[in-house]
């Protein structure tokens, strides 16, 4: 055990730990990813995080805002390797962490994880470049095939714990808190509350600066308009949580501090051959991605704003349209899902009437692009009916598993939303490049000149 | 799982993870020598280093300026990389691509390869439109004499441009293509065509011309149907120093103190495209305005293309500036023309009277057939979607024309 706590030690220093080692790490890494279901159950708190891409000293950024494991309970929505230039060191220190404190750490797999696509983005090549042969990157590979596909989130709390990290501006957490957005050292850049119809209240204007607005439209990463645009309390909607008769979303009384709805965690999206998470579990996922199918779906698709499905620019996976996210949640019993994914400047970016965010963990990405990166967390119920009344995703509801028609699904959206956990954003910047330590030599991103 | 039995994701038969690395080396490996697999994938990404000698041959001394015209003259070399990347794995097709890269090509990342192909497909569109209209007409007066047409690029580099309309399989003729860049870019470019004999297939055994005075040296080489490749080795800064066509006419009659830029060869009379590629935006603003002027006061039927980053205010405009900072490119006119409308602004301010721009992106969207996109896809997948609408929206293409002879595209 000391000796992997050596190679955390190593790894934090962003140092390769020898190919010996690798090796083993990876074969304890995969007879515990091998015991892991496609579907992993995650009891909240959780935080949650997107892409990483192989920037390590941006992840050392994102454990110093989210707190440290094990301390921090965290699930990571792939895509920890390609782009950056310390895929290796970035994989190795997570997988060392889920070896160390497996129930602390959840790693699902991202499109990135993949022989196909790490031979063309960088990862392959960095191993070479680092040990001299491929093998590190066959045995990473190896580890990749075995990594869950998705997690389901449960105990998610309507209400936000405080703000442990809130400096000298402290608050108490407020009961109805829906969205709180806060920065890297915890201040509350801005909270929207249920029962104020998503009226947001900019606690500091100045945070601003740390939205940047090359998607305007979005507004903060799409936060304050969806909340606005959802209809969250507003004219005619009932006031606190829940409307009569939703059983199906689980959210029947109106009490705050009652669990939320479940959380889905996936990379990509949806599928079309997956209606039920239970399609997801019944998948044979130990092998590299394949071209298309359900698995590739999971991994590669997009939210869009249209309807129903359409073909994704990337070439493999679909876009999937407000009224897919809806009947999926509502089928499964679903209050969000969270996936990763897409660069959103913002670091995150609610949609859909905050049925589905994506949530980006890779400051500047690329060093090249200039965008800010969250984490999400969710805290947990403190009742205790979260984890009992759900049976790990299990879905027969009270529809039956049935999706309604969507007159019906109409109705239930608001229910769906307004049992919504609470989420907490952080939002971060990259790294100062002179803790990066970045090799001189190395060119840095390219332009057209 | 061994490299080469890597399933391709995207079902292209040409991407097999195994070939990769072989790409632009010796067949050898093709014939399952196990060698060659591995050793060719220790290949260098980037390219930096691949063709500096061009810039350190000129044994500048070490003033900025002078270093910074290194730099920019090793900006070509990063054109040329990325060109050759662009056509090895089948965006372009280019056969002369290959002759300007030292080294075996460094592979770029899908993002780079997609905008490398926008901006010379669309760039091409432009050409090929003003070739299409000035192709039969000569003027009024003339009969159905055909007349010349005339194509000058700025900071051409080891642009191919002109050799593969030279060799293009629907012919062109009568294009004087008059390419202007740095004297150790131009005579390196000479050396090239005089050694390759894929180039002397198109091109005459290049023929200096001589400098009766001035501060150019430029090299003539014929094409088939009576094309003409000029090279003239200038700084563009010479041009700026004397905008106006009645200013130089004095000059060089009146002063040899003050040696006049000629550009030999180069007409007044005919219909002629002035293109900047990433050229004029690394000169101070006032003297790139010069240099347009400089053509605009010569020559009555002019078009201007010109392709240059934008947006430099916007939070990856904001990253684009630093990192090009940190390889010291410096862009002067990014200060001033920040937004499509401003590069708009200047080109009507230069005497245009019809003015288009699109930004890379948009282009791709629009100028792009959906079938080409469809084989592209089909290339490598680009997972890099949403880079790609930044990136490529932070270039732009902006074109102007007046003539009564030949009109460029419409923008949409």
Known sequence: ?449 | MSAPSIPNLFGTPSRGGGTQGDRGGSSLSGLGLGLGRGRGRTRVRGGGGAGAGAGSSSGFGSTSAQAHDVTIQGTDTDAAVSRLSAVEVGYLEDPFARLFVQGPAGRRLPIINRGTYTRTTAINQIVDRFLAQTANSGGADDDSIPQTRQIVSLGAGTDTRSLRLFSSSTPHSRIAYHEIDFPAITERKQRIVRASPQLRSILSDPVSVPAEEGTETTWRSQARNNCELFCHGLDLRALAQQPDGQDSTTATASSSSSPGVTLKGLRTDVPTLLISECCLCYLDPADASAVIRWFESRIPDLGVVIYEPVKPDDPFGRMMVSNLAARRIHMPTLDVYRLPADQERRLAEAGFGQVRHMTIDKIWGRWVPHEEKARLDRLEGLDEVEEWGLLAGHYIVAWAWRSDKFQLPDGS
Not at chain 1, 256 to 264: E, H, K, M, T
Request: glycine residues 12%; aromatic residues 8%.
């Open chain 1, 1 to 449: 055990m000391s000796d992997l706590d050596n190679a955390i030690a190593q790894l934090r220093a962003c140092r390769p730990i020898p190919e010996a080692q690798v090796r083993e790490l990876c074969h304890k890494a995969r007879e515990l990813l091998i015991e892991e279901g496609n579907v992993v159950t995650v009891n909240a708190p959780v935080t949650i995080c997107g892409d990483i891409h192989g920037q390590f000293h941006d992840l050392m950024e994102l454990f110093r805002v989210g707190g440290d494991v094990p301390d921090t309970n965290y699930l990571f929505m792939g895509d920890f390797v390609d782009r950056g230039f310390y895929s290796l060191e970035s994989f190795l220190l997570l997988l060392c962490l889920k070896v160390r404190y497996p129930d602390r750490m959840t790693l699902i797999r991202g499109n990135h994880e993949s022989r196909q696509i790490t031979t063309v983005y960088g990862f392959y090549d960095e191993c070479l470049r680092k040990y001299g042969s491929a093998n590190v990157w066959r045995y990473c590979c190896d580890v990749f095939d075995y990594l869950a596909l998705g997690a389901i989130v449960l105990g998610a709390s309507n209400t936000l714990s405080p703000n442990s990290e809130a400096g000298s501006a402290a608050r108490e957490a407020e009961e109805d808190t829906e969205i709180e957005v806060c920065n890297a050292d915890g201040d509350i850049m801005s909270q929207f509350s249920r029962q104020e119809g998503g009226a947001s209240r900019l606690l500091d204007p100045v945070g601003s600066a740390l939205r940047p607005s090359a998607t305007a439209t979005n507004g903060i990463g799409g936060a304050a308009d969806s909340s606005r645009n959802s209809g969250l309390g507003g004219a005619g909607a009932p006031s606190k949580t829940g409307s009569p008769g939703s059983g199906a979303s689980g959210s029947s009384d109106g009490t705050v501090g009652n669990p939320a709805g479940a959380v889905l965690c996936v990379h990509g999206g949806l599928s079309p051959l997956i209606d039920m998470v239970d399609k997801i579990r019944l998948l044979d996922r130990k092998q590299e991605v394949p071209h298309e199918g359900a698995m590739c779906d999971l991994l590669w698709s997009d939210p869009d704003e249209i309807d129903g499905w359409g073909l994704s620019p990337r070439g493999a996976g679909f876009l999937f349209g407000a009224d897919i996210v809806k009947v999926f949640n509502h089928r499964n019993d679903l209050s969000l899902i969270a996936r990763a994914h897409q660069l959103v400047m913002e670091g995150f970016k609610e949609m859909f009437d905050a049925s589905i965010v994506t949530v980006w963990s890779a400051p500047n990405y690329c060093y090249r692009c200039g965008n800010v990166a969250a984490l999400l967390e969710l805290s947990e119920d403190s009742s205790g009916l979260g984890i009992l009344s759900r049976t790990n995703g299990d879905v027969n509801r009270s529809d039956g598993g049935v999706g309604g028609p969507r007159g019906v699904l109409m109705e239930n959206d608001l229910a769906g939303l307004r049992s919504g956990p609470a989420r907490r954003y952080r939002v971060f910047q990259a790294a100062p490049q002179d803790s990066r330590g970045m090799p001189a030599k190395k060119p840095v991103a390219d332009y057209f000149l």
